[in-house]
């Protein structure tokens, strides 16, 4: 049951982050398991800082009870 609402919140969320996308950043989760998720960040949006230019990749693994618990990354 936790699980389901953690995947439709996840959906709403991805849904949101298509249409309102953010210069430098990418997220897709796994189609096979909306729990798991990798993220790309460009280096446009470390402006003025030493990571300027580059690409940062991460992975978010979030629990069956999200919202409640946050993800790890």
Known sequence: MAQAVAIRRLKSEYANLSKNKEPGLFVK?????????????YGSLFYDTPYEGGVYHGVLK????????????
């Open 29 to 41: 989760p796994l189609e096979t398991n909306f729990l798991h998720a990798h993220f790309i960040l």
């Open 62 to 73: 979030f629990p069956p009870n999200y919202p409640m618990k946050p993800p790890t990354v």
